[in-house]
């Protein structure tokens, strides 16, 4: 199964460019899901929901529809895991939670630029999450991408996430049997501009070949600027139909 989406849905620029001009935010996300049936949630990553914002999410969307939420940079962007960590991710997890079992496809954790590997502290890191939920991993340090990172995932079953961040070279590898997930960052910008017909189509191939790797496939633009990840998305979705 692919899903395609996008890296969150209130971005001000997508008024008029996806969402009506009458249509009130808290009514965007409904809207939304009238157009794809899953959305990452990068503002986890940042601050915790309320409890009443996530019940109301979940209200707002359809059966099947799925959420990614975005573990916090308090646990993530730590260059060292000290003992708040934990507490730290008790918290998340309890507010995590709140979302319906059936809304929640799988948990994000991004590591910063500036972290580079360090198998130990990986090991350490993902024995610390809990069981009941999915997880995928998206390094940004090139020091990342080599067998004993991919053989560390694959022995927890956790996801390596597929980008294309800049000055990056991440290969297609599926760590996961359980998925596969892939975040496309922005064409020539970071965040920004629409990707030609002819690299979609690139990525539609291999999103097919990872299709064949792993039970579900996620695919989520992170290119929101002037509402490019909502016409990129459309137009993948597009091509693997076809």
């Given amino acids: 199964l692919i899903r395609i989406g996008t890296s969150g849905w209130v971005y001000d620029d997508w008024r008029k460019r996806f969402y009506p001009a009458g249509l009130a935010q808290r009514n965007w996300l409904a809207y939304y899901t009238q157009h794809f049936d899953t959305v990452e949630l990068n503002a986890t990553t940042y601050r915790l929901p309320k409890e009443e914002h996530v019940a109301r999410w979940c209200a707002s969307v359809p059966s099947g529809f799925l959420f990614t939420v975005k573990l916090s940079r308090l646990i993530t962007h730590r260059k060292t895991l000290a003992p708040r960590v934990d507490e730290f991710i008790l918290n998340y997890m309890n507010r995590v939670r709140c979302f319906r079992p059936e809304r929640l496809a799988q948990i994000l954790c991004q590591f910063p630029p500036y972290l580079e590997r360090d198998d130990g502290r990986l090991r350490t890191f993902l024995a610390k999450l809990p069981a009941a939920f999915r997880y995928v991993v998206e390094f940004r340090h090139k020091s990342w991408f080599v067998p004993q990172t991919y053989r560390i995932l694959k022995e927890h079953n956790i996801a390596m996430c597929i980008h294309d961040y800049p000055r990056l070279r991440c290969n297609d590898v599926v760590t996961s049997a359980d998925l596969a997930y892939v975040r496309l960052h922005g064409y020539l910008m970071l965040y920004a501009g629409s990707y030609p017909k002819l690299v979609l189509r690139r990525w539609r191939d291999r999103i ?35």
């Fill in 208 to 242: 097919r070949k990872l299709a064949d790797q792993a039970q579900d496939v996620f695919v989520y633009f992170n290119n929101d600027t002037r509402g490019a990840a909502i016409k990129d998305a459309q137009t993948l979705r597009s091509m693997l139909a076809a």
